[in-house]
């Protein structure tokens, strides 16, 4: 095994996508895409993905921003943990 430290990211990363998965409901999605707005505004809206799990009962979302730095990710996660029925950030 060799110890390599994990690839660093360059800033401003363009694509990075921010995925994000909870109970299917509305104000799920509308809760998701305002965080997104408050940190990475004009983030395009074509590409946000949002699928439904075989169930129905919870959603993912995936939304492509234009990352700026480790703190605009932190915020982002913290605020993205705190919408309602999000059950988990990647």
């Known amino acids: 095994m060799t110890d390599q430290a ?5 800033f401003p990363c363009e694509n990075y996508p921010i995925k994000t ?3 299917a409901s509305e104000s799920f999605i ?20 949002v699928k439904d799990s ?3 009962t919870f959603q993912s979302c995936t939304v492509y921003i234009t990352a ?16 309602d029925g999000t059950k988990m950030v990647l």
């Open 21 to 23: 998965m909870g109970v």
């Open 30 to 49: 509308n809760g998701v895409l305002a965080v997104m707005q408050k940190h990475a505004p004009g983030f395009d809206l074509n590409r946000v993905k």
């Open 68 to 83: 700026t730095g480790e703190p605009q990710l932190k915020a982002i996660f913290e605020d993205l943990k705190a919408v």
């Open 54 to 56: 075989a169930k129905g």
């Open 6 to 10: 994990p690839p660093k990211i360059e």
